[in-house]
């Protein structure tokens, strides 16, 4: 199984998810040994399997660090906190948390657009 830390030591994942807001971006770092690559890439494809069809969700994509990182970042849009949450804490998602390999360590967390003058729209 998976172990998940927070990615913000005061503001928790279960905080986020009582939230009320939208649109929303889940960020999830993960690290895993070398070794567990694969295994990593086939748990996570068949989570966004079941999330893909989940009713909020709008889009994912996995990215990989380079030169030989064993460091991945999924980045997923979600419709509101509420779909997320839903997804989430559904019992067949929580199973399949399971058939993350060992190593594998999940950071993740909500965040929403911003907008930055010159910069970003959101």
Partial sequence: MSRFEELDEVVTLADQME?????IVL?????VDASEEEALLKAWAHD???M?????YISTQLHQGIAGSS????????????????AFCHPEFQRR???YPPSAKARPHLVRK???EN???A
């Fill in 19 to 23: 939230a009320e807001e939208g649109p």
């Fill in 27 to 31: 960020i999830n770092l993960f690290t």
């Fill in 48 to 50: 966004a399997d079941f």
């Fill in 52 to 56: 893909k069809a989940q009713p909020g």
């Fill in 71 to 86: 460091t991945f970042m999924n980045y997923a849009v979600w419709q509101d906190v509420k779909s997320f949450r839903n």
């Fill in 97 to 99: 948390i399971a058939d």
């Fill in 114 to 116: 911003l907008s930055v």
């Fill in 119 to 121: 910069h970003c729209v």
